[in-house]
């Protein structure tokens, strides 16, 4: 990736209006069209979203969308629709004790509503406030709930795969524990055992940077500095780890570019809620040094991977760093991405979510330390809400294009006349490029720094 060390965040005002004006429009088109007996839409197909049998985590970014357009834009109908929709739809979510999901669905949704009500966004109401609240406080405790020990004595929050698998893109989710924390619940176990959710996140988190991140440090042939494996598989009946796997990427031994973007963004935005947290409440856990210890190098080595390894020059990944196609491609990562390749697909989703982390870090790490991150996450955001990302046709549901979702199971649409999937967008890739966009946008505009927990 070449970042670029001119680009202002001023520089990208007019492509932020731009676009929330166009994604208010793919908003309303959704809403008007979608079948809610369908289930929840997950990606597009010829730039209509339809949905996929497989889990339903998507459900909150489709209305965190309406949300946060709201906020960007001050238009109600947007509030309308997604305080509606929360209140209608997504109980179940809160309850759902079979995925990894929460901090996908449930904080999009009521921790969005109950963060605007907090900054003064939306009208104070108590007895709002107190049923988003409750919510994310059930939330929290519920993915706390869903937990396997490992031989060591620490754990994790398996994947919806089952109590062996240790997914990379759980690391995003941790922030439903931590902010049912910091609104003081609590899982009650056996014999009224009092479970603290903040330790549960950090024994999750310190999981995932010994498992799922590679540090160059000689675990395998193939350890590459913040090298993500998409998944860690234990042995449950003694609790120890067993070996890499993937469920979307190319191989256990390459890096599937949504997983890693997953562990830059997660552990970007653990550190920043750590900086609320008194040192006190991490003792258990060895000492707020040692639990930013691993966080920062997790955090670190897979932004600098991103940057270095992952990225093609103008910030977007292809799907997997170790895609056989790439092979064919020369010096691919020298040249902007191109998305319409005859080898590889590239994923804009993934670009998407680590932009919004390597902005987050960067900012963490501070104004000197921080600015090779800042300055590529703003070159990745100039890129996505640029064409041939931003999608300006107002026939196509979507709003982020060349997106992947699954390409080892060929879910994803292929355009005619190309060999590889491209021109389709996603749920979740169309949410996190809103919320990069309104973070950028709140900065822009002096307003608070945009974060999933209380900040005072």
Wanted: charged share 20%; glycine share 10%; net charge negative.
């Amino acid at each position: 990736m070449k970042v670029d060390e001119k680009i202002q965040l001023s520089d990208l005002g007019g492509k932020l209006t731009r676009l929330f004006e166009l994604a208010g429009e793919k908003i309303l088109a959704i809403e008007r069209s979608w079948d809610h007996g369908l289930g929840t839409p997950v990606f597009t197909v010829d730039g209509q979203y339809t949905t996929r049998g497989w889990t339903e985590w998507t459900q909150g970014f489709q209305f965190g969308c309406a949300i946060l357009n709201f906020e960007a834009t001050g238009n109600e109908k947007f509030l309308e629709l997604g305080r509606s929709a929360t209140l209608e739809r997504m109980a179940p979510h809160v309850t759902h004790t079979g995925v990894h999901d929460h901090g996908f669905n449930n904080v999009s949704t009521y921790g969005n509503l109950r963060r605007q009500m907090q900054e003064g966004v939306i009208e104070k109401d108590e007895w709002e406030r107190h049923f988003y609240e409750m919510a994310l406080k059930v939330s929290g405790a519920t993915q706390a709930a869903r937990w396997t020990v490992t031989h060591d004595g620490g754990g994790f929050i398996p994947s919806f795969n089952g109590p062996h698998s240790l997914f990379s893109d759980t690391i995003r989710s941790c922030r439903s524990l931590g902010l049912a924390h910091q609104l003081g619940h609590v899982l009650m176990g056996e014999n009224d055992e009092a479970i603290s959710l903040l330790n549960r996140m950090i024994q999750h988190a310190e999981s995932t940077a010994r498992f799922n991140v590679y540090y160059g440090e000689g675990k395998d042939a193939y350890d590459q500095r913040g090298r993500v494996v998409h998944e860690s598989i234990f042995n449950t009946n003694d609790g120890k780890y067993r070996c890499p796997s993937t469920q979307q990427g190319y191989s256990p031994f390459s890096t599937w570019t949504r997983g890693l973007a997953w562990v830059v963004t997660g552990f970007a935005e653990l550190l920043e809620f750590l900086e609320v947290i008194p040192e006190a409440e991490c003792e258990v856990s060895g000492g707020m040094g040692v639990v930013k210890s691993f966080m920062e190098k997790a955090a670190l080595a897979s932004a600098d991977f991103y940057i270095h390894s992952a990225a093609a020059a103008d910030g977007i990944p292809y799907w997997d760093t170790g895609a056989p196609g790439l092979a064919q491609m020369g010096e691919y990562l020298s040249v902007p991405a191109d998305p319409e390749n005859e080898f590889e697909p590239v994923d804009s989703s993934a670009a998407a979510i680590s932009a919004q982390g390597l902005y987050r870090l960067g900012k963490y790490l501070g104004e000197e330390a921080g600015k090779r991150y800042r300055q590529a996450a703003l070159k990745v955001a100039n890129t996505l809400f640029s064409a041939p990302y931003l999608s300006e046709d107002s026939r196509h549901q979507g709003l982020i294009l060349h997106s992947i979702y699954h390409r080892p199971n060929g879910w994803d649409q292929m355009q005619e006349g190309c060999k590889v999937p491209s021109g389709e967008s996603s749920m979740w890739g169309d949410y996190h490029a809103l919320e990069l966009g309104l973070l950028l946008q709140k900065e822009l505009e002096g307003k608070p720094y945009l974060t999933f927990f209380d900040k005072e």
